[in-house]
């Protein structure tokens, strides 16, 4: 039996743009509080989905494939998106959606730090070290509020017990560079990437270049810019779909 989809909503139906937020590996939709409330009051109906294997939502199929495919709910009955946000894993998977998006309708996909190409060893390690306390997270990361460091926590319980041990088993190459091969010319990518200083997630030497591929390196962040540097990713959503809207490269 699949497990329940999941979701947490922001705004109001009657809200003329929809945005897609998508949580990275052992987080939850609540990661993106800060960003869904401001988009909600420019007039977006924000949904964020939980991925299979988070948020409760226990899975054995755990394969990149699955996470999107297990996404496409939704978009049954007509259903489109201005834009798209994935941070970290779920960036490749929102990668993973873009075949499925209407090609009548201009969509922007923001990629927040995505994981393109890195040590699973090394990764691992980081995400399991994070299984800490509100206080501790708050203490490493000085501009973190206290929601974002209560919504890290809460991702992290609500994850199966062996979410990441499953996500680098199934998916043997994390490689996912080769997804942004194909970009249609209805939809446009910006992806932030974080200080590579702060972060190894997504080097920006791995970033391709690509007509229709915007990166913007954000300089003092870390992984986490959602967290450390809301403002940005919150400006880069709104312009993005701006710059669709008015037909501008």
């Known amino acids: 039996m699949s497990p329940v989809p999941s979701a947490t909503q922001w705004g109001t139906p009657a809200a003329s743009k929809r945005a897609l937020l998508i949580h990275g590996n052992t987080s939850s939709s609540h ?27 226990q899975s054995d199929d755990l394969r990149l494939g699955a996470l999107a495919e ?65 206080e501790v997270h708050m203490a490493d990361h000085p501009t973190w509020t206290r929601r974002d460091a209560v919504t890290r926590v809460m991702g992290l319980h609500m994850a199966q017990g062996d979410l990441v041990k499953q996500i680098f088993a199934q998916n043997a190459q994390f490689t996912f560079g080769h ?27 791995q970033v391709p270049v690509h007509p229709q591929i915007q990166s913007v390196l954000v300089k003092g962040s870390g992984h986490w810019i959602q967290h450390e540097k809301p403002d940005v990713v919150i400006s880069t959503v709104l312009s993005a779909v701006e710059r669709l809207a008015a037909g501008r490269p």
């Not at 990661?31 to 991925?51: F, G, R």
């Not at 929102?94 to 990629?111: G, H, N, Q, R, Y």
């Not at 446009?188 to 590579?196: K, R």
């Open 70 to 134: 297990d996404l496409r709910s939704y978009f049954a009955d007509g259903i489109v998106y201005d834009v798209i946000v994935g941070h970290s894993l779920g960036g490749d998977v929102a990668l993973l959606l873009i075949p499925f998006l209407p090609t009548d309708k201009k969509t922007a996909v923001v990629l927040v730090d995505p994981g393109l190409e890195f040590d699973k060893e090394t990764l691992a390690r980081r995400i399991f070290g994070n299984v800490r306390s509100v």
């Open 179 to 205: 997804l942004f091969s194909a970009i249609p010319p209805h939809v446009d990518v910006t992806i932030l990437v974080a200080d590579p200083e702060l972060s190894i997630i997504c080097p920006p030497d």
């Open 31 to 57: 990661t993106w509080e800060t960003i869904a409330q401001a988009l909600a009051k420019s007039d977006y109906l924000v949904t964020a989905p939980n991925m299979l294997g988070h948020g409760y939502r």
